[in-house]
């Protein structure tokens, strides 16, 4: 079992930065894959990134085309803990943010049914 407890959320300006937390317990998350997913108040959840472990210490990132450039995700592998960094935010991106883990490493990282643990989300909200 993997319990993912999200943190960071916050209401901050358009343009602003903000980086959410993913803490990991019960495992380690090391070679996992890591995803973060957000939904909107009236909309469907929808992915924002992944975090795919390549061996060793190499990850590599995929990210929905709303958020390329200006979120990334890294971990801290000492710390069972997974970030998200969020530049640049704007109204669109107010939604709960949603951790997620796959432990298989599934075909699909932008589909969350590919994901085993969810986090119980952070509310992040951009105001214009």
């Known amino acids: 079992q993997v319990q993912l407890v999200e943190s960071g959320g916050d209401l901050v300006q358009t343009g602003a930065s903000l980086t959410l937390s993913c803490a990991a317990s019960?495992?380690?998350?090391?070679?996992?894959?890591m995803g973060w997913f957000r939904q909107a108040p009236g909309k469907e959840r929808e992915f924002v990134g992944a975090?795919?472990?390549?061996?060793?210490?190499?990850?590599?990132?995929a990210y929905a085309d709303s958020v390329k450039g200006r979120f990334t995700i890294s971990r801290n592998n000492a710390e069972n803990t997974v970030y998200l960094e969020m530049n640049d935010l704007k109204p669109e991106d107010t939604a709960v943010y949603y951790c997620?883990?796959?432990?298989?490493?599934?075909?699909?990282?932008?589909?969350?049914?590919?994901?085993?643990?969810w986090g119980q989300g952070t509310q992040v909200t951009v105001s214009s």
């Open positions: 019960g495992r380690s998350v090391r070679t996992y894959r």
């Open positions: 975090s795919n472990w390549r061996g060793g210490v190499a990850y590599t990132g």
């Open positions: 997620a883990c796959d432990p298989r490493g599934g075909s699909n990282y932008a589909s969350g049914a590919e994901y085993d643990y």
